[in-house]
């Protein structure tokens, strides 16, 4: 079963910057489309970015448009979301998923999940 694991969480001024990482073990994540997703206190989930197998599409949420960067290097079985422009409202934990499916990308359908990690924003 791929196992995946988000780092790269912690607390940032608002107008700073932070990369998540998502780490895939046991199996490649060359087969797999990728979402980032987060959780705000008292919130729903919602998708945040995803990428394709091949990283030739991706799609983000309208909140994060030309503020947050999602990509991948299957070489080293990673997905990164490069985060800029943070705001307090992006305070959230972040997950990143995998869809086994997909021939682009999307936010429905995720096979394997992380655990998460916990974004900050604040002064």
């Known amino acids: 079963q791929l196992q995946l694991v988000e780092s790269g969480g912690g607390l940032v001024q608002p107008g700073g910057s932070l990369r998540l990482s998502c780490a895939a073990s046991?199996?490649?994540?060359?087969?797999?489309?990728i979402g980032w997703f987060r959780q705000a206190p008292g919130k729903e989930r919602e998708g945040v970015a995803c990428?394709?197998?091949?990283?030739?599409?991706?799609n983000y949420a309208d909140s994060v448009k030309g503020r947050f960067t999602i990509s991948r290097n299957n070489a080293k079985n990673t997905v990164y979301l490069q985060m800029n422009s943070l705001k307090p409202e992006d305070t959230a934990v972040y997950y990143c998923a995998a869809d086994a499916r997909s021939t682009g990308c999307s936010y429905y359908g995720m096979d394997y999940w992380g655990k998460g990690t916990l974004v900050t924003v604040s002064s």
């Open positions: 990428i394709s197998r091949s990283g030739g599409s991706t």
């Open positions: 046991r199996f490649t994540l060359d087969y797999y489309a």
